[in-house]
């Protein structure tokens, strides 16, 4: 037995602490047991060194089933499978086997693309790789008839792409392709080539220049491509782990008709990080699109110009007039290579295109302006106290910033620094500290942009998906023809992969959280597809062992998980982060609890929790959690911003009020409710409207319940599409082309679950010869 897998020559690979994994080979091993029925087994590696082990058959021969690292040396493939398109083909099928496969194509090769089974492995090339050109895509459109083992194509976004439409167009059924991957892996640009393949496939270019091939995209296209670089303006950032970070989830689907044409695009969104607002890290910087209007703002009409009180701002740190939501992290605003007064003009190009005139851009500078100049007013201590203080007569920010919301500057003041408290029925007044004012001024800044946000994307989709094409309205028919003319989507999932950082916060929490659900949903899909394969093949088998994150899942969203507590702690007035972390562990740690296995102890004092994650221990930091939960204004701010005479932010912040309560915030087909025509469920604790478009009072929808109820529609909504899979890879932290960091993508390939796959299908037959190998053997 032990021969068999381990015989003198046998090639292995053995652990190496410089590079991750080096090649080595079997030396001797014992031919008999020793009396405590081990064997003697004895490795050289590719420095010469000798490595001696021992175990029992048994061991031996689960050998691939555990983690390597810990067993015996994995074996190595034959040469000639260094380079598989796909992974599945290895013989042996191992961790150190493809990180060599991945790594030869990538850093040797220039290959970026690997599948693994029904993945897509995407390494970023980080430089400009001419793979995506016109006559690439004309060469992938129509490949898919074939299979992919019989394409003479390399693996590639491209294919996954046209899969997806063959499928869509075979079936009938509606498809989703999910992007993953950390920050600056490669998603948003992922996507981004696969909408532009989905838009340019139908083009036969092979005899036009280019700008014909551009100009021959119908408008249709146009508009859906165009929704690109207005989402990157309004929910893209510069991070430190990459220049364009998206700060926002996105499920965009590309609508087509019987003929399968594009006919429009609906986009949903989950959870725009609000926070950035008013701060951001070192060297990172606010939303795009606040750069680009302070650089942008010399191209607008000179009567628009002062009115924004930006004209001539220097965004210098040494500049006194610098905003402070612009100026938090002491870093140079410019990002290298990028223009942001032309990007301002590519904006309002995009803007155009999806119906959104010019009067209407300016309506939102104003408030983006106003949002600026929000961040600049100052609050004091008042003399001899702690009570916050705004100097309404001298306050030229306070001035300047009510006057683009048209709020009364005195009112605004007043509701900032005092709190009406009800007692009993009478109510009155008690002082903000400055903490608290700052916090309800910044407050006030993050919902009236994540409403701007909002609002955006209900407007793109009144455009694109739900009320008819604005600039071919007469040519293409009613939304009422319309809608009954689409059939089948393809949609693009680009969701923030797993996140674990040094600090970890509220938004950490709910995209792990996101990421717990989509891996549950991807391991049971991949589960189901190993199991009809061997049906197909006749092959006996036992049910496969996969680790099932269902404990986790219901620690956090179950009846009396993390959410639930959260969400009463947000409810009451008294409750603070503290109060938080004290009922989680009282209700989570107790030696009766369910959660105890994933529910850690934290090692640093009691202000963070630590979840036992399927891809690690994650430990949260509560600081923030309940005001980013609450994430509304108090309601006198409420009444103020509703009651302003500027009609535009009345129309935004509606939106933003009724997120969660209202349908247009989940567009779906039939304009019924999610992805798909379900009904949104309603997310705990919102209250009801019998008007469509009405704000509502009563209990706010928190964050968190907002995005468990979308998250549950969309999980919901994936069930009922056919799914692809793309788990794109950070090759190194530098961000240099063509440099593999083995062990960083060995931890990348683990979170995203294609380490995971790969246990399971060795858990079955980890072993699978092409029937010609098989025979030459
Ligand atoms: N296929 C590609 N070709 C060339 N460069 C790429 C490619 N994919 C990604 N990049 C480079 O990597 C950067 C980061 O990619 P991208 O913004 O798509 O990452 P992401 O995974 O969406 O990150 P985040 O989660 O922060 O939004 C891009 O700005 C680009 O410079």
């Known amino acids: 037995m032990a021969e068999s897998i381990y015989s003198k020559g046998t090639k292995v690979w053995l652990e190496d602490k410089e590079q991750g994994w080096i090649h080595g080979e079997v030396f001797s091993c014992s031919s008999s047991a020793h009396e405590d029925g081990t064997l003697e087994l004895t490795f050289v590696n590719d420095r010469e060194k000798k490595i001696t082990m021992k175990a029992t058959l048994k061991e031996i021969a689960q050998n691939t089933t555990r983690d390597p690292r810990k067993n015996l040396p994995p074996l190595c493939n034959a040469p000639e499978y260094d380079r598989v398109d796909d992974l599945t083909q290895l013989p042996h099928l191992n961790e150190p086997s493809i990180l060599h496969v991945i790594r030869n194509r990538y850093a040797t090769h220039k290959q970026l693309y690997t599948y693994s089974g029904i993945v897509l492995v995407a390494i970023n090339p980080f430089t400009d790789v001419p793979i995506y050109g016109q006559d690439v895509i004309q060469a992938y459109a129509g490949a898919a008839v074939k299979k992919r ?69 119908t408008s249709v296209e146009h508009q859906v491509l165009a ?123 995009a803007l155009s295109v999806v119906g959104i005139d010019s009067e209407r851009q300016l309506s939102i500078f104003r408030l983006l302006a106003g949002i600026l100049h929000l961040g600049n ?77 909002d609002w955006l994307v209900r407007r793109i989709n009144d455009s694109l998906g739900e009320g008819g094409v604005v600039v071919e309205e007469t040519e293409e028919g009613s939304s009422e023809e319309r809608s009954r003319r689409e059939r ?35 391991i049971s899909h991949v589960f189901k597809l190993e199991q009809t394969e061997y049906a197909q093949e006749a092959i006996d088998w036992t049910t496969i062992d996969f680790s099932d994150n269902q404990p986790c899942i219901d620690l956090i969203e179950g009846k009396l998980g993390i959410l639930a507590l959260l969400d009463e702690e947000s409810r009451l007035a008294t409750g603070t982060d503290d109060s938080f972390i004290d009922k989680l562990n009282s209700q989570l740690k107790s030696p ?37 939960n609450r994430g509304t204004v108090p309601d006198e701010h409420r009444d103020l911003l509703m009651g302003s005479t500027n009609v535009f932010l009345r129309e935004v912040v509606e939106v933003g009020f009724n997120v969660g309560i209202d349908r247009h915030a989940f567009p779906s087909k039939g304009g019924s409710g999610g992805p798909g025509g379900v009904i949104s469920p309603k997310p705990e604790g919102a209250a009801h409207s019998s008007e469509p478009g009405k704000v509502v009072s009563g209990r706010k929808p928190t964050q968190c319940s907002v995005f468990k109820t979308s998250l549950l529609t969309l999980t919901e909504a994936l069930q009922r599409t056919s799914l692809h899979y793309i788990r794109c890879v950070k090759p190194n932290e530098s961000k240099k082309p063509w440099v593999f960091d083995g062990s960083l993508v060995a931890a990348q390939l683990r979170a995203c679950g294609v380490l995971e796959t790969i246990r399971i299908t060795s858990e079955g037959y980890p072993t699978r010869w092409r029937y010609e190998d098989f025979v030459q053997r």
């Not at 701060?279 to 009115?307: D, M, W």
């Not at 919301?405 to 500290?433: H, M, P, Q």
């Not at 949609?491 to 989509?518: P, R, T, W």
């Open 592 to 628: 009766s609890s369910q959660h105890k296995a994933i529910f850690k102890d934290h090692l640093h004092g009691n202000e963070a929790f630590t979840i036992a994650h399927y891809a690690g221990d994650v430990s949260y930091n509560v600081d923030g959690f309940l005001e980013k």
């Open 488 to 522: 089948t989507f393809i949609a693009v999932l680009d969701i923030y992969g797993f996140e674990h950082f040094q600090m970890n916060s509220f938004e950490q929490f709910c995209i792990n959280y996101a990421n717990e659900k989509l891996q549950q949903q991807f």
């Open 149 to 217: 083992d019989e394409l003479d194509l390399s693996p590639h976004l491209f294919t996954i792409a046209e899969e997806a439409y063959r499928a869509m167009q075979r079936d009938s059924q509606d498809q989703t392709i999910i992007v993953s991957g950390e920050s600056g892996a490669g998603k948003t640009e992922s996507a981004k080539y696969i909408m532009r393949y989905m838009a340019s496939m139908k083009t036969d270019v092979s005899n036009m220049i280019h700008e014909e091939a551009v100009s021959s995209v």
């Open 377 to 453: 007013i100052d609050i004091q201590h008042r003399r001899d106290a702690k009570d916050a203080i705004i100097d309404c007569k001298s306050d030229l920010a306070l001035a300047k910033a009510m006057e683009l919301l048209s709020i009364d500057a005195e009112r605004f003041a007043r509701c900032t620094t005092k709190k009406v408290i009800d007692a009993r029925g009478e109510k009155y007044e008690s002082a903000r500290t400055v903490d608290q004012a700052v916090g309800v001024r910044d407050g006030v800044a993050k919902f009236i942009y994540n409403s701007i946000f």
């Open 227 to 349: 929704t690109n670089p207005i989402l990157e303006a309004f929910g893209n950032a510069k991070t430190s782990k990459n220049d364009n970070s998206s700060r926002f989830g996105k499920y965009i689907q590309i609508l087509f008709d019987s003929n399968h044409t594009i006919i429009g695009a609906r986009i949903r969104t989950y959870l725009l990080e609000r926070s950035r607002i008013s701060f951001q890290q070192r060297s990172e910087r606010n939303y795009h699109i606040f750069y680009q209007l302070c650089q942008g703002v010399a191209t607008l009409p000179n009567s628009e110009r002062a009115k924004f009180g930006l004209d001539g701002v220097n965004l210098e740190l040494t500049d006194g007039n610098s905003f402070r939501y612009l100026s938090s992290s002491s870093s140079s605003f410019k990002i290298d290579n990028v223009d942001d007064a032309a990007n301002f003009a590519t904006t309002r190009q």
